[in-house]
């Protein structure tokens, strides 16, 4: 047999919400799965990193499906596969494309397998894979999610927000990677940036949930993770600036960057504005970036 499953790029953190909030959105990758029972694999890649991802052993989907396969005792049964990746999420970028991999091999080699696992065994396995939770959680279940680790043991809720969104990502000209940037992070923070972030973190939830504009307009922003990584992307706050100033309601560092990414109300039709205000804020830092507008 062969499957087909689409998986959603996602943003994690969302401003103050470090390794733990998430949203999925609207680009995606598909992945073509068939398993056999001869051993070898044959990967292949269209669209977005194409030239940069290894096609061998050390392949994330690949190794996502072995994953999934030793948990379920049918490794032995299926050393081989032959996977097709056709990708539009943006490599290395802070829209979470090695979870959508991780996600997409687990998802696909646990329907070919007769869905032995269900949403909540997938998220952990994705979890235990990836690290942390913030980008396979809306990968998996779609919409923003809340995550909680407790020693090990991962739990999750999806919510869609009262109103409707506009998420506009800028995509720099440049990759990062996520161990780099969270090699600057510091041990230990200082209470008073921690204290920063709960009260944002909680605010942002309840609002969204309740539906409560007026409470996020101070939300998005982080004391926990941002300010280590803001040199290593030119203009960052410069950036969020423009966005607020053209409409958006918040920008924030989407997952560990270089991407950046901001919030505006669909009904205040500012989205086009909002890409603009912080691509040419971008620019004067001599950083190129393209824009997406997403749902
Ligand atoms: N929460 C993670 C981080 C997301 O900020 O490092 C990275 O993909």
Request: proline share 5%; hydrophobic share 45%; with cysteine.
């Amino acid at each position: 047999h062969t499957i087909r499953v689409r998986v959603p790029g996602t943003s994690a953190n969302c401003g103050p919400g470090f390794d733990a909030i998430g949203l999925a959105c609207t680009v995606y990758n598909d992945l073509e799965l068939t398993l056999k029972k001869e051993a070898g694999v044959k990967i292949t890649i269209s669209g977005e990193g194409a030239a940069n991802i290894p096609c061998d052993g050390r392949n994330i989907v690949w190794r996502s499906v072995q994953y999934l396969l030793r948990k379920a005792g049918l490794l032995d049964q299926y050393p081989g596969a032959v996977i097709h990746m056709e990708n539009n999420v943006p490599l290395s970028r802070g829209l979470g494309s090695s979870a959508t991999a991780i996600v997409a091999g687990l998802k696909a080699a646990n329907v070919l397998i007769g869905n032995r696992f269900n949403r909540r065994e997938l998220l952990q396995f994705a979890t235990d894979i990836e690290g942390h939770p913030d980008n396979v959680a809306p990968a998996i279940f779609g919409g923003f999610t809340v995550s909680t680790v407790t020693r090990g043991d991962v739990e999750c809720f999806s919510f869609l927000p009262k109103f409707r969104m506009k998420l506009i990502v800028a995509v720099p000209d440049f990759p990062l990677s996520t161990r780099k940037a969270r090699a600057v992070l510091p041990a230990q923070v200082p209470m008073a940036d921690a204290v920063n972030n709960i009260s944002r973190a909680s605010m942002l939830v309840a609002a969204l949930c309740k539906g409560n504009e007026k409470f996020l307009r101070n939300v998005f922003d982080d004391a926990l993770h941002q300010p280590y990584r803001a040199k290593l992307i030119p203009g960052m706050y410069d950036v969020f600036a423009a966005a607020r100033k053209a409409g958006a309601l918040g920008a924030n560092l989407s997952g560990a960057g270089p991407c950046l990414i901001a919030y505006a109300l669909e009904r205040r039709h500012c989205e086009e504005a909002v890409g603009e205000a912080m691509k040419a804020a971008f620019r004067q830092h001599d950083v190129e970036a393209k824009i997406l507008i997403m749902d």
